[in-house]
């Protein structure tokens, strides 16, 4: 049982940066141009959706603590795997959308 809450305390561990990213880059989306909003503006509520569905899970694998099961932490860990996945993808294309109209406006 001590490995499966220690599995969970790392799931949790990691997924808190993660609302830090994800908020930086919705004010990266919020200070650019209407076409960049526009284009990035589902990817973010996506991401956010996806965040909130894993935050969710762990703390209601949390609240089961006792009957945590095997499984319940690999899912956790396949979902956090993928939101940070995503991140990384939309993240970079933020970035350097973002950058780009920086550039263009000097």
């Not at 991140?87 to 109209?101: C, F, M, P, R, S």
Request: charged share 25%; with cysteine; hydrophobic share 30%.
């Amino acid at each position: 049982m001590t490995t499966r809450k220690t599995d969970l305390h790392e799931i949790e561990k990691k997924l808190n940066p993660l609302y830090y990213e994800i908020s930086l880059l919705k004010f990266r989306v919020g200070e650019s141009s209407p076409e960049v909003r526009t284009q990035y503006r589902d990817l973010i509520s996506n991401l956010s959706a996806q965040y909130n569905y894993v935050e969710t899970q762990v703390n209601g694998l949390k609240a089961v603590e006792m009957e945590l099961q095997e499984e319940q932490i690999t899912n956790a860990e396949q979902n956090l795997q993928e939101l940070q996945k995503n991140l990384d993808t939309v993240g970079q294309w933020i970035y350097i959308e973002t950058a780009n109209q920086i550039c263009s406006y000097y």
